[in-house]
Nanobody, 126 residues
């Protein structure tokens, strides 16, 4: 069992930055892939980024490539999502999730993720 708690969301102006954190408790954090997803009302949950258990492999959704960076610190049981050059289209609830497979899938299949956090809201607006 893993419990995931996201933090770091908030209101930011266009062009600004935020760093989200996902803190895990429970079973072996360093054995799982961590994914970040986002969702806006009326739309499907979208894969943003994912990172392998070791941190050596990561993937990004097309809409965030070059702007977002995923990382993890297994000693702290924490994953991060650094978000730069934010725009209003990035407004969403952001979720972290854990996949028991240590190697990530670049297709961000939701069904592959076994544990989910409660989400943190990001609003990009002037």
């Amino acid at each position: 069992q893993l419990q995931l708690v996201e933090s770091g969301g908030g209101l930011v102006q266009p062009g600004g930055s935020l760093r989200l954190a996902c803190v895990a408790s429970g079973d072996s954090f360093d054995d799982v892939t961590i994914g970040w997803f986002r969702q806006v009302p009326g739309k499907e949950r979208e894969g943003v980024s994912c990172i392998s258990s070791s941190g050596s492999i990561s993937y990004y959704g097309d809409s965030v490539k070059g702007r977002f960076t995923i990382s993890r610190d297994n000693a702290k049981n924490t994953a991060y999502l650094q978000m730069n050059s934010l725009n209003p289209e990035d407004t969403a609830v952001y979720y972290c999730a854990a996949d028991l497979d240590p190697e990530p899938d670049p297709d961000f299949w939701l069904y592959e993720y076994d544990y989910w956090g409660q989400g943190t809201r990001v609003t990009v607006s002037s």
